[in-house]
């Protein structure tokens, strides 16, 4: 039997998009999985839109915080839930292809790889394609995602068998590559496959939108969390503004 894929997906506020997120893991031609979805005190209709898929499919699991407290919350909430072998990650405005599990699931197994990515699409909140494949790498280690992440996080997926779980790093913003950061200080390399299998779905309302106020959580990732010095994390933020902020290849 296939081993068990644990999807984790943090939401808040997420009614609008939550459904066909679910729905995308529902077409999944790899059918062992859960999907462990962990509230962070939502104050729209998201629960109600959750509970009506609880009750149609018991590999959807729901989980309210009590306060509102952060993805990074949501998200480690939701890793010591995880039952799986695999430990997958999806936000709760993000798609898959139906052949995600399924191909990234067979790559790890086939190369014997503990911490994979793929590239990804941006979509317009409508779900319309922009036209724009954001590619990653064949392999990426610690520097390399601390210099310029190539990991999505809705591509993501590793061995939580062989690397074990892990607390997120509790920053608004950023949480993601953080985490990839403490995960790489136990596995060397995050392997990348160039397969297309998630949708990013591109929000003006996203926390990542603000990228100039996005630095100063690149700050605090750098020298709060990762403890670098302070010249190569002015070096860091220095190279992340021009190629995110000025978009300069």
Known sequence: MADK???????YNCGEFIGETIQSVLKQTYQNWEMIIVDDASNDN???IVEKYCEKDKRIKYYLLNQNSGAAVARTKAMELATGKYIAFLDSDDLWLPDKLEK????????????TCTAYEQVDEKGISLN?????????????VLLSCPVGNSTVIYNGEALGKFVVPNIRKRNDDALWLQILKKEKYIYGMSDV??????RQDSLSS??????????????????LPIARSVFHICYWVFLKVLRIK
């Open 5 to 11: 894929v644990s999807i984790i997906t943090p939401t």
């Open 197 to 202: 299998l998630t949708k990013y779905r591109v």
């Open 104 to 115: 990234q699931i067979s790559f790890m197994e086939v190369n014997n790889y503990n911490f």
């Open 132 to 144: 724009k494949v954001i590619k990653t790498k064949p392999k990426t280690d610690y520097n390399g």
């Open 210 to 227: 603000n990228k100039i106020e996005l630095i100063k959580y690149h700050w605090k990732l750098y020298r709060e969390i990762e403890h």
């Open 46 to 48: 998201t629960r109600e």
